[in-house]
């Protein structure tokens, strides 16, 4: 399997000469948070398997709905035609989001949900008549996605850069990010001037400004980057004051990750459109959905004359297979009491990280849940990075896997995501890897 996956595959995001020339590793089974080589080693899934699995692999009424559903259709069109657990996972899905969304457009993957988002926003705008409101905010350092309409929003030098002549301009405000807020001369003292600079561009621009869109409390492919408490709310207020679509992605933070099922909930936010992909089918399948309000879905009726409705929609959109994994993924966290459980998680991984923070180059650690992101620094106390080429959150990552444990770095910082089964004593061993996997690279 290694020679062939050198030879034929493309893998995404890692064509750098010496992780092509490394052994490939091939996961050929897994169980529970554990994934299995084809040399019969085992390892946590400290990644969710990129931030998608929830309650583990192989879990058995995951496994079965999928079967189950496979013994009556395995897939069918949403244009024209109605699946069964397509219509039961939407009716669902609203049922557990917040208040005010109430319609459920089906896609993909976390990329096309957004996407779907920002098309959706334009075209409202066009419905409602105001054709001047064409543009988006994004926060600087997002990540909504790789299509070219979420590259368009999204602010990740390294990754948008090279496109940049294929994409549209949306207007980018600062990252709310403390750690690296370069709006302030004092930390101690924030005032959200990340805010001012989006008020003063909604008070000036907003007749041009059709949404904002936004991954909230983390921007999480940034590098974990967390906003200040209470920012998001503030967000919510002032796009309503201005008449701007409020779309919040929680693409990577959606199902539980932050210790709630959904972000928004930490400050009682009920945004215009939801996207959601990634934990929806415990990372079975995959599936996404972006969810709209009344008002939204009203704007897209009208009769063959008006030419009114929402031209945008894929062939295995709301793919009966992964709506009955979403389903069931549902029914795990209502009869697992799965939020209920999180707590403990958390603060135990939150007693780890206060230890991994005293290390001497972990400049920042981060915690929002279960989402951790610990930034590696040279030179702590002047928040002085390490030369890129150095690779030391990579390197960092390489030898936690002799310790049986697999996550990835984004630039220097390691990234930890682990699934929502795992338990305190599993998290705790996690943790303790990573400790020691940062002391002995970087010590
Ligand atoms: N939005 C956010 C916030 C994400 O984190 C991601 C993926 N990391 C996406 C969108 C894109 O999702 P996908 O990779 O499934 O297209």
């Known amino acids: 399997t290694e020679m062939k996956d050198k030879q034929f595959v493309w893998h995404p995001f890692t064509q750098m000469k010496d992780w092509v020339s490394r052994p490939q590793m091939v996961i050929s089974a897994a169980q529970g948070i554990k994934l299995i080589d084809t040399d019969g080693n085992e390892f946590y899934d400290g990644v969710s398997s990129l931030w998608v699995n929830i309650h583990g692999h192989r879990k058995a009424e995951i496994d079965q709905a999928i079967v189950e559903q496979l013994g009556k259709v395995a897939h069918t069109t949403m244009l024209g035609l109605a699946n069964i657990p397509a219509s039961q996972l939407a009716e669902q899905l609203v049922a557990v989001a917040p208040p005010g969304l109430t319609k459920v457009f089906y896609s993909d993957d976390g990329s096309t949900a957004v996407e779907v988002a920002l098309k959706m926003a334009f075209q409202y705008w066009q419905h409602k008549g105001k054709t001047g409101k064409q543009k988006f905010i994004a926060l600087e350092q997002a990540y909504h996605g790789d299509t070219v309409g979420t590259v368009s929003v999204g602010g990740i030098d390294l990754f948008h850069r090279v496109f940049k002549p294929l994409l549209f301009t949306p207007v980018h405000i600062p990252a709310p990010s403390c750690y690296h807020c370069r709006l302030s001369s004092d930390q101690a003292v924030c005032g959200m001037q990340c805010v001012t600079v989006l008020e003063q561009v909604l008070a000036e621009h ?3 400004i059709a949404g904002m869109v936004i991954e909230p409390l983390v921007q999480a492919a940034a590098g974990m980057l967390m906003s200040p408490p209470g920012y998001l709310a503030k967000i919510r207020e002032l796009t309503r004051k201005y008449d701007v679509l409020l779309i919040v992605d929680e693409v990577a933070t959606g199902f539980g990750r932050t210790g709630k099922m959904f972000a928004c909930e930490h400050e009682q936010v009920s945004p215009d459109m939801m996207t959601l992909s990634k934990g929806i089918t415990g990372g079975y399948l995959p599936l996404a959905a972006t969810l709209t309000t009344q008002a939204i879905y ?5 009769d063959y004359a008006d030419k009114k409705t929402f031209y945008h929609g894929h062939s295995y959109t709301g793919n009966p297979l ?6 069931a993924n549902l029914k795990i966290f209502r009869e697992e009491r799965v939020i209920e459980g999180l707590a403990a998680k958390i603060a135990a991984a939150a007693a780890k990280l206060e230890q991994i923070g005293k290390l001497a180059h972990a400049g ?3 915690q929002c849940g279960l989402i951790v992101g610990i930034e590696l620094m040279q030179d702590k106390d002047r928040k002085a990075p390490y030369p890129w080429e150095q690779a030391v959150g990579a390197r960092v990552c ?4 002799k310790y049986g444990l697999i996550i990835r770095p984004i630039g220097d910082v390691v990234i930890f995501m682990p699934p929502l089964a795992s338990t305190v004593k599993e998290i705790e061993e996690m943790l303790d890897i990573i400790h020691r996997s940062i002391q002995e690279v970087t010590e």
Do not use: I, T
């Open 364 to 366: 920042d650690v981060r």
């Open 322 to 327: 992964a709506c009955a994994a979403a389903l």
């Open 398 to 401: 390489l030898q936690a896997r």
């Open 206 to 208: 907003h007749e041009e």
């Open 298 to 302: 009203d704007a897209f009726l009208g």
